[in-house]
């Protein structure tokens, strides 16, 4: 039985499968690795934790399939930068999609190129994730690094290169690096003469399906795979998931959340958003192109912001997506008027608990009870009168512990006002 073996070097980890021809999954295996950020804005992750995570990964699949592999495919997070010395050594850690630090080089890249003449050659403008800001940002502020780049390469690229020892991208995800020319789908030689960006540091493009390298020999002994088999090109994540869930053709749109949140369109050609809100892409397609529309903070930002644990029944802790009914009350002049909800003696206003409340001691909410005139100043002058607005006041000594209740003889607007003590 044929199996192929795909990989995804995702932001949080990467994780491996192995499908038969028939799409069926009959083995799969993940591992993490951690996000860096040094600095607020910045994020990076160390290029070696990739590798290490993916040869894990695939020697627990290799281990559980019984069939025959006879190829490999690579899927990534796009847009990251991993910088390269002549020995293929990693400079510095890799600088990611969600990275914040490269407004300047943006600037400097719209006002050398134009806005319009960017988003005409690359579908986009200079935005702070793509990979040319980040080539400027190392010249500008680690030109000691700098001076040592030999090979730019993007994150699942970086991963063909430990398998085969190839250079080698797909034009999807050579998309997302703000330096290819999406018409013709090769690498723009305008843009890289005017940032002065050799382009000898950059991989040859390739169409996804194409072969872009071979398994090393002692590369498929570590890893259980036969020597020798195909590396296809790949794709960058959100095209490679669009092929997988069949989004190739014009009237199909897709949305994923994860650690990004992204809308996904097909389109037979290239026509990019003029004020730059979509993203213009290639596609894993052959020819293909697709609109983005994306969030940096989606799927993980709300996984850690949830709160540690469900509600029990009764309990008052709600999440923000809970809808509760407004209890205010608008009066004819504007102003709020007086909420049964809040603290009194025959309404309990739930409180609203974030996260910092929610190791707190919950208290149940007092069942609502019919306003009693005789107890409580239940008219229009009370909402002008905070102090009045609790039935129960604490007295002036809290070490006493004693209470004072307030009563109203008579009408609700007249008769004298009496308190008794307990």
Request: net charge positive; hydrophobic share 35%; glycine share 10%.
């Amino acid at each position: 039985m044929s199996v192929v073996v795909g990989l995804d070097v995702g932001t949080s980890g990467v994780r491996a499968l192995a499908v038969e021809p028939t799409g069926n999954v009959i083995a799969d295996a993940s591992a993490e690795y951690p996000i860096l950020t040094p600095r607020p804005g910045w994020s990076e992750q160390h290029p070696e934790q990739w590798w290490r995570a993916a040869r894990a990964a695939i020697r627990k699949v290799t281990s559980a399939i019984g069939g025959q592999v006879v190829g490999l495919g690579l899927a990534g997070q796009m847009h990251g930068s991993v910088f390269l010395d002549a020995r293929d050594r990693v400079i510095r850690p890799a600088l990611l999609w969600n990275d914040q630090r490269t407004d300047r080089q943006c600037q400097q890249i719209t006002e050398t190129l134009g806005r319009d003449n960017l988003v005409a050659i690359t579908g986009n403008p200079a935005l702070t994730g793509f990979q040319a800001p980040k080539v400027l940002w190392l010249r500008d502020e680690e030109p000691a690094h700098f001076k040592q780049v030999a090979h730019v390469l993007l994150p699942k690229d970086y991963i063909r290169l430990q398998l085969s020892h190839e250079y080698a991208t797909d034009a999807s995800d050579a998309s997302g690096t703000l330096l290819l020319d999406l018409r013709r789908r090769v690498w723009s030689q305008e843009i890289l003469n005017a940032l002065d960006i050799p382009s000898h540091w950059l991989p040859p493009v390739f169409e996804s399906p194409t072969t872009a390298g071979t398994l090393d020999p002692e590369v498929a002994t570590e890893l259980g795979l036969p020597p020798g088999i195909p590396i296809a090109a790949g794709a960058g994540d959100n095209a490679a998931a669009a092929v997988g869930i069949g989004v190739v053709e014009d009237g199909l749109i897709s949305s994923s959340i994860g650690s990004s949140g992204v809308l996904f369109a097909n389109t037979a050609n290239f026509e990019p958003d003029p004020s730059g809100r979509l993203h213009a892409f290639c596609h894993a397609v052959p020819g293909g192109y697709h609109l983005l529309g994306v969030t940096l903070s989606a799927g993980d930002h709300g996984r850690a912001h949830a709160p540690p644990r469900s509600p029990r029944k009764g309990s008052i802790l709600r999440t923000h997506s809970t809808p509760r009914p407004c209890t205010s009350h608008a009066r004819a002049d504007g102003r709020r008027g007086f909420q049964p909800g809040r603290q009194s003696r025959h309404h309990a206003r739930p409180r609203r608990f974030d996260q910092a409340d929610a190791g707190h001691r919950r208290r149940r909410p007092q069942p609502a009870l019919a306003p009693d005139p005789g107890r409580c100043f239940w008219n229009a002058r009370l909402s002008d009168r905070r102090r009045r607005r609790s039935c129960l006041r604490r007295g002036s000594s809290s070490r006493s512990k004693r209470w004072r209740v307030f009563k109203r003889e008579g009408s609700l607007f007249g008769g004298a006002t009496s308190s008794r003590r307990h």
